[in-house]
């Protein structure tokens, strides 16, 4: 069996279970990215737009169509679970590789915190008796529950969240275009999509710093590849599929709901949280803001944060089995075939960080600043690992995929990165600073980044 001896020849042994097909990993990678994911920021991506929100979602998806073609060409020379990490670290070299994988950390890591954060403070809004803590307590225990009970249970019901969510979506449109037929909201216009009086680069690529937090999660589905009936040609095509499908959704609600935001003028001074579920009440009225807000608490608290537990554990098994992290996380359940202990441990930091940021007025703020840094930095590191990897060391003439698009792809991220927020810049240098600090300690006990079977077979030559 080929995809069998594809992780043998990197000297690991498949422990991981076989049983994920495309739909699954498109579906899966919708789950993470959230279909109905703009509910909950488009707000702020509307005022750092200067009203542009589809602008700013459709330049964030074709940045991230050139990351998906460069994940495929890694996953295809690496099929190994840890996703960027390993790239990074086959691809240039282990020290690399490790800081890397220290860099994604902070996006999968505090992911979930995150989405559990939102989610409970939505269920807060609506059921007030309940405490913050308590909602993000009882949301990290059932998908704990649930990761636990190996992948195609997650599968199973991640597929069940995405009909929900598109049922919801499907229904705020068709309320909406029938509103703005209707004369309600600020007309039909390509303002949202384009508005010569607003636009400038960097103004679209400051929104697109904040949007790409709707596309973070497509590239977890390289983190399957071990578990993927197809190997490394099926998570390639289903990372591509899922980043359009999702990039499409974006940019048709946001445009909607751009041209029925009540007060265009007052959310352009101050984001609102509840822009988008202003936008659904001149649609449809209270019930669909409450059906909204509902769906967002829902998908954010167990969909999205489902399949995010399950991408970093992956992480956190692939780093451990190489002796980077400690090695009872490379533990995987018998009964389950599942990293049961990598899986416990994002329980507890999730629970302990949500907590920790519920508490602060600015926990949303500062955890999505952090994620999105780690993120593009990883991205960018992935793009130079193309270039190193084919382009240099195997000498490949495959001119367009091996080396223009990562350069393309790395080019518009670093664009993105130096108009980002001053607090995420800063944040994330930070981050860096300590995973250095970590590979010198590495250093120092004896124990430098390595990744078994380093040797591994050639990238496909042209």
Not at 220 to 232: A, R, Y
Request: glycine share 10%; net charge positive; aromatic share 10%.
């Amino acid at each position: 069996m080929r995809t069998q001896q594809n992780i043998e020849q990197f000297g690991y042994r498949q422990e991981l279970r076989r049983g994920v097909g495309l739909t699954d990993l498109v579906f899966y990678g919708l789950a993470l990215m959230l279909p109905i994911a703009p509910f909950a920021i488009f707000g702020t991506v509307y005022q750092a737009s200067g009203g542009m929100p589809a602008l700013a979602y459709l330049v964030g998806m074709v940045a991230l169509l050139f990351t998906a073609a460069s994940y495929a060409q890694m996953v295809k020379a690496f099929p190994l679970s840890g996703s960027v990490y390993n790239y990074a670290g086959r691809g240039i070299a282990p020290p690399v590789g490790f800081l890397t994988g220290w860099m994604v950390l902070l996006d999968y890591i505090l992911v979930p915190c995150l989405l559990y954060l939102v989610a409970s403070v939505a269920m807060n809004d609506s059921v007030p008796a309940v405490p913050v803590w308590a909602w993000l307590v009882g949301f990290v225990i059932v998908n704990t529950l649930i990761n636990l009970f190996g992948i195609r249970m997650t599968v199973r019901l991640t597929r069940l969240m995405i009909v929900f969510e598109l049922v919801v979506l499907a229904l705020f449109l068709a309320a909406g275009v029938w509103a703005l037929l209707q004369g309600k909201g600020n007309g039909f216009s390509l303002s949202p999509l384009f508005d010569a009086g607003a636009f400038s680069w960097p103004v679209v690529f400051a929104a697109v710093s904040v949007a790409v937090l709707s596309f973070l999660g497509f590239d977890g589905i390289s983190m399957l590849v071990e578990e993927s009936t197809g190997g490394s040609a099926q998570v390639g095509r289903a990372m591509r599929l899922a980043l359009v499908l999702a990039g499409v959704l974006f940019i048709v609600q946001v445009w909607v709901a751009a041209l029925l935001v009540p007060d265009p003028a007052g959310l352009m001074e101050r984001a609102g949280d509840t822009a988008f579920y202003d936008a659904a009440a001149v649609a449809g009225g209270e019930w669909l803001r409450h059906v909204t807000s509902f769906a967002t608490a829902l998908s954010w608290g167990l969909a999205n944060t489902m399949v995010a537990q399950v991408a970093v554990s992956r992480l956190l098994y692939a780093m451990a089995r190489d002796r980077q992290l400690p090695s009872f996380l490379a533990k995987v359940s018998v009964k389950h075939s599942v990293p049961a202990n990598a899986i416990v441990l994002i329980c507890l930091l999730s629970m302990g960080v949500g907590v920790w940021m519920s508490t602060r007025d600015d926990g949303v703020t500062l955890l999505t600043s952090l994620i999105n840094m780690g993120a593009m930095v990883a991205f960018i590191v992935l793009h130079v690992s193309v270039v190193v990897h084919y382009s240099l060391r195997s000498r490949s003439r495959r001119w367009w995929a091996h080396l223009v698009s990562p350069l393309a792809g790395a080019g518009i991220l670093v664009f993105v990165v130096v108009n980002a927020n001053v607090l995420a810049q800063a944040l994330g240098l930070v981050w860096l600073g300590l995973g250095a600090l970590a590979l010198v300690t590495l250093y120092a006990l004896g124990r430098p980044p390595a990744l078994t079977g380093m040797a591994g077979p050639g990238p496909d030559r042209p």
